[in-house]
């Protein structure tokens, strides 16, 4: 009977990948189409990713922060310990609506730390921590299956557990800055009315896959 259920466990435990896998295809696609739709012809400031980034930057007397290209695609970030913002190659060089948003959205971080200190702004400092364990959603399931094969142990449940947990308390951090990051393209003029409409859907679709991994850790606890 134990067999059984260790089987079964290691069955509902690939099954969670296989929806993990299809879950990232389905929200990769949506960001892909956003993006995309967006992505093309300048906008009417003409300013690029990097400029829009400064300029917000500037307007809110932030000299300390570096704006900087970087390869990869979604590679975007900001850095409070290196003091840096980093912006994939075609966000940083690129003059459209999409380039504008997440560039933006990437310096609205800068611009919530730079504030009094705050509740938000100490999310934003647990966000990188965020990025960076999220990929290892697939080892660690590996990790886990192999680990229940060899002895009955709830130690990566714990792990998941903690993981939902950053990523439940760091969610707010996301539509923070995406407000933001609207307000500051308005307030700078680099994007104009219409052209903020399609920002707020880039925006929107980038919000959807914190949402969708919380959605993943929620269903691997619940089941184990």
Known sequence: ????????????????MIVFYLVSAIVSERIQRAYNDFALGKTQSGAAGCEAARSILHKNNILDIA????????????????KRITLSEKIYGGSSI??????????????VVSKKFSLMSLLIMLKPIARIVTPMYIPLLLVSTIINIVIDSDVMLYVFIAILVLQVITLPVVFYASKIALRELKETDILNEEERYGAKKVLRSLSFTHISTIIITLIYVIRF
């Open 1 to 16: 009977m134990d067999y059984i259920m260790m089987y079964f466990n290691m069955i509902v435990r690939v099954l969670v």
């Open 67 to 82: 704006v900087l290209p970087k390869t990869g695609f979604f590679s975007d970030s900001y850095s409070r310990i290196g």
């Open 98 to 111: 999409t380039a504008s948003a997440i560039a933006a959205q990437k310096t609205a971080h800068a611009v």
